[in-house]
């Protein structure tokens, strides 16, 4: 069955079994294999991914689901080669370990983020958002904080981003000449 399907922003056709998960068309059909099974059964998190920007644990849905609809994956949070803030706040404080959990908790962390604009969440916020994905090699900690560093780094850059388009927007005072008298 063909089925259409918008990745990371960039238009899919694939020709799949309706009943494939969603999780083997993204790395074996698309050929992104970030998305990584943990499980299998919807438990660990490993596999989320954003459909139509909610996270979905991609092993527990069917290809024939996602026609028309919106998938990102831990591949379209950069931008081209450049990691955005929460992937860099996660290998700079730690948050990274093995790497199987890893692109999950930024899909997740990433939907929180995206909901919690201009604020930094709280601790057990964080903690809820990502209760849905397990980890084995961390306590928890190092992820959180790189969340709410990530959250931090983009109030400061659109509070900034604010302030300059207010001085860019604020007219100048008009020069006048002054007349001369002869």
């Given at each position: 069955?063909?089925?259409?399907?918008?990745?990371?922003?960039?238009?899919?056709?694939?020709?799949?079994?309706?009943?494939?998960?969603?999780?083997?068309?993204?790395?074996?059909?698309?050929?992104?294999?970030?998305?990584?099974?943990?499980?299998?059964e919807?438990?660990?998190?490993?596999?989320t991914?954003?459909?139509?920007g909610?996270?979905?644990?991609?092993?527990?849905?069917?290809?024939?689901?996602?026609?028309?609809?919106?998938?990102?994956?831990?591949?379209?949070?950069?931008?081209?080669?450049?990691?955005?803030?929460?992937?860099?706040?996660?290998?700079?404080?730690?948050?990274?370990?093995?790497?199987?959990?890893?692109?999950?908790?930024?899909?997740s962390?990433?939907?929180?983020?995206?909901?919690?604009?201009?604020?930094?969440?709280?601790?057990?916020?964080?903690?809820?958002?990502?209760?849905?994905?397990?980890?084995?090699?961390?306590?928890?900690?190092?992820?959180?904080?790189?969340?709410?560093?990530?959250?931090?780094?983009?109030?400061?850059?659109?509070?900034?981003r604010?302030a300059?388009k207010?001085?860019?927007?604020?007219?100048?005072?008009?020069?006048?000449?002054?007349?001369?008298?002869?």
């Amino acid at each position: 069955m063909n089925i259409g399907l918008t990745v990371n922003g960039e238009p899919k056709l694939v020709d799949v079994d309706p009943w494939k998960r969603l999780l083997d068309v993204l790395r074996e059909d698309v050929g992104l294999p970030g998305t990584k099974e943990g499980c299998g059964e919807g438990e660990c998190g490993a596999c989320t991914v954003l459909l139509d920007g909610r996270s979905v644990c991609s092993c527990l849905v069917a290809a024939g689901q996602v026609e028309g609809r919106r998938v990102v994956t831990v591949e379209g949070l950069a931008r081209g080669e450049r990691l955005n803030a929460l992937q860099q706040a996660f290998i700079g404080l730690g948050g990274a370990q093995c790497g199987i959990c890893t692109p999950g908790m930024l899909i997740s962390a990433h939907e929180l983020l995206a909901r919690s604009v201009g604020r930094v969440p709280g601790e057990d916020e964080v903690r809820e958002a990502l209760a849905g994905n397990l980890c084995r090699c961390t306590g928890y900690q190092k992820i959180v904080d790189a969340v709410r560093s990530a959250a931090k780094d983009a109030k400061v850059a659109a509070s900034a981003r604010k302030a300059t388009k207010a001085r860019a927007v604020r007219p100048k005072p008009a020069r006048t000449r002054a007349k001369s008298r002869a």
